[in-house]
């Protein structure tokens, strides 16, 4: 579970058993009131009674949502916060460069993968959540030397997929873990970047300059010029230069050098005419007798930056400069990097070193170095597929507890020490899925009982703008808790009293206990109610949505709004391959939706998430269906989602399906009322 943006003073005694702050959890929440009931309803279940600092918040814009603000009262936990690294792993940002686990903040851009076609991809995504945690400690030890310290639940990707640290083959603990037979996917460790000192300033400052830098002195009839001159258009290493010439006591005038135009872009410019600064620079680039580590590194970094470039997967290095490729080569070879010359014969006499040995040793370059311009660093869309010496050689117990970390990116995963490391992803579309919400995802709930007062005052914050917030989103905000802790009242009041518009997405027969509030509320704003109704079958509904009311319970609910007078949106999720996606089960789920008086239907398709969905749903088919498990392999193969044919075609059954049972878009005019529009295409949300 995530703390971080959670306090928890006490809270007034409600029945229960109550015990202060010792949650049987790996991470404790100081002041939380712990409580359990005896009612059946809620056996089994543990609540953590906390009273949030905030209850506003607002979508990541990687998000596909269709919204910017949701409003969650409850956290459930089911598959949270398991899966940690020490803090001091290095992480591979979205720039090139890395930072340690524990030094990464929420919304940082970073690399992940994601599956495109027949290969993993690195692609960039965000960081959405960070929490810490104290757990027993292993390290995993890889044939390069690459060493992880993680815990027993984390999960590293393998060439037969993800794996756990540690399990067994078969009882409670039973689950894929990693062996010395594994070998872990990525490039292998990540090479400490260079130290800023004077020799690697001085070394910048010549490879930049030498590369791109026009130096001199010119004599003309009216007396003597001395100039320098660096245009560039990445103003990143502009910026260094001058940074750079500044503190060896050369200031320089920046100046705007030619403007964008349809084909290039905009260039800028640093200078300086004294004579005594020009002698200063000549110094500051003259090729050193014996050129120490870092001024190679630096020298790279600048020639880089100056001369640079890679694209489609290749690293290269030209000029035209006998002296400078000279140099380049022997500060390539100083660090332990392979490069060959091309001659092309360009009249120029312009040739270039290339790097060899593919993204391991581009990263290694860029790590080692550090260039400015973080565009050239880029590695998105590269394959995963590299043969570093990434095999398990050990796996040990520390013997020891340690602070370990864990993130939640959007694609589920992020680069750990050059390995592909799972993130813990909690569940977070369980809203449209519902495999096991009231079985599992409710036995630990975080309730924030401050809900409603801390609603009002964020309400009325001089910066909030009335915009539209959506519940329901990432927990059912009616699940069976709501019962018994009343949190949905004074929240609708809130919005009500604020006039602030909201959509509800649920499955919960509760929200009938507040129709007259939201009757209320939709005379003074626009109100959204929308039901998740995937299928009728009920022995279906029985296997993999225990817990949850019945579809019929929330047809019943949906035909109460509609005479209520609210247009209601259903979501027709999720629909499950061989299971529910035949045209009879279709045709009769759309004809009861109609009846029920909903306004549209949206299908989803069933998403299957790694981290808690996939795994989950994947022993429950072959539990109860194996006859159907090649078709799920076949078809999420390449990932999470179904592939879009199979969306295409099931998006124009359930479309086919609507007109007959005269199922039409909302009216927009009425303010009051809203529901989600009709998809003209089945929506697979992710919600990080």
């Known amino acids: 579970m995530r703390w971080e943006n959670l306090t928890a003073p006490p809270v007034e005694e409600v029945p229960g058993r109550a015990a202060p702050a010792a949650p049987p959890l790996p991470l404790a929440l100081p002041g939380a009131i712990v409580r359990t009931f005896d009612t059946p309803a809620f056996a089994g279940m543990t609540f953590y009674e906390v009273r949030a600092k905030s209850i506003l918040n607002k979508v990541p814009g990687t998000s596909r949502v269709p919204f910017e603000w949701t409003i969650n009262p409850y956290r459930g936990c089911s598959h949270a916060c398991v899966y940690c690294l020490s803090g001091d792993t290095p992480i591979l940002m979205a720039d090139g460069r890395t930072r340690a686990m524990r030094d990464l903040e929420v919304g940082d851009r970073i690399y992940g993968t994601e599956r495109q076609g027949a290969y993993r991809r690195y692609v960039v995504t965000t960081v959405l959540a960070k929490w810490s945690t104290v757990k027993p400690a292993y390290r995993v030890v890889l044939k390069d030397g690459t060493t992880l310290v993680a815990s027993a639940d984390h999960r590293f990707l393998t060439e037969r997929g993800w794996k756990h640290v540690t399990g067994t083959m078969s009882g409670e603990g039973q689950r894929p873990y990693l062996t010395t037979n594994n070998r872990l996917i990525g490039t292998g460790r990540f090479t400490t970047g260079p130290k800023e000192n004077e020799a690697y300033r001085r070394g910048y400052l010549c490879g930049m300059i030498r590369g791109d830098g026009h130096l001199g002195t010119y004599v003309y009839p009216y007396g003597t010029v001395h100039r320098f001159r660096l245009a560039l258009a990445d103003e990143e290493a502009l910026q260094r230069t001058q940074h750079y010439l500044y503190g060896f006591g050369v200031p320089t005038k920046s100046f705007s050098f030619t403007p964008a135009r349809s084909n290039r872009r905009a260039m800028r410019a640093i200078r300086s005419s004294s ?406 295409e089945p929506v697979q949300l992710s919600l990080l």
């Open 275 to 680: 004579e005594a600064k020009i002698n200063v620079i000549r110094d500051l680039i003259a090729w050193p007798g014996r050129p120490d580590d870092d001024w190679y590194r630096g020298f790279l970094a600048g020639i880089f930056d100056a001369e640079g470039s890679c694209s489609e997967g290749i690293l290269r290095i030209s000029n035209g400069d006998d002296a400078i490729l000279a140099r380049a080569a022997d500060a390539l070879r100083h660090i332990g990097l392979s490069a060959v010359l091309e001659d092309r014969g360009l009249a120029n006499r312009v040739r270039t070193l290339r790097v060899t040995g593919g993204l391991i040793e581009r990263l290694r370059f860029f790590h080692l170095t550090d260039p400015a311009i973080t565009r050239k660093r880029s590695i998105e869309g590269a394959a995963v597929k590299c043969r570093a010496r990434l095999s398990v050689t050990k796996i040990e117990p520390l013997g020891l507890d340690l602070p370990l970390w864990d993130i939640t990116t959007g694609t589920g995963d992020f680069i750990a020490d050059g390995v592909v490391s799972h993130n813990c992803f909690a569940r977070n579309t369980h809203s449209y899925l519902d495999l096991d919400v009231g079985a599992d995802f409710d036995r630990q709930v975080v309730v924030k009982v401050n809900a409603g007062e801390l609603l009002r005052r964020e309400l009325s914050g001089p910066r909030w703008r009335g915009a539209h917030v959506a519940m329901g989103t990432n927990v059912d905000c009616y699940q069976r808790a709501e019962g018994r802790y009343r949190l949905m009242p004074p929240i609708i009041e809130a919005l009500r009293d604020f006039a602030n518009p909201f959509s509800i997405l649920t499955k919960g027969t509760l929200i009938l206990r507040d129709l007259p509030l939201l009757r209320q509320a939709a005379q003074v704003t626009r109100v959204g109610v929308s039901f998740s109704v995937g299928f009728l079958e009920e022995g279906l509904w029985r296997s993999v949505e225990p817990g949850t009311p019945s579809p019929q319970r929330r047809l019943d609910a949906v035909r109460q709004f509609a005479d209520a007078g609210f247009e209601v949106g259903v979501l027709m999720a999720p629909i499950l391959p061989g299971l529910s996606d035949s045209d009879e089960s279709i045709d009769a789920t759309v004809a009861a939706i109609a009846a029920a008086g909903a306004t549209s239907v949206t299908p989803l398709p069933l998403h299957l998430r790694p981290g808690g969905a996939r795994e989950w749903y994947a022993h429950w088919l072959d539990r109860e269906h194996p006859d159907l498990v090649p078709r799920y392999r076949e078809l999420y193969a390449s990932g999470a989602y179904a592939p879009q044919p199979y969306q295409r075609e099931l998006a124009a059954r359930v479309r086919i399906a609507a007109r007959r049972h005269g199922l039409h878009r909302p009216d927009r005019g009425d303010h009051r009322r809203a529901s989600p529009p009709t998809a003209p």
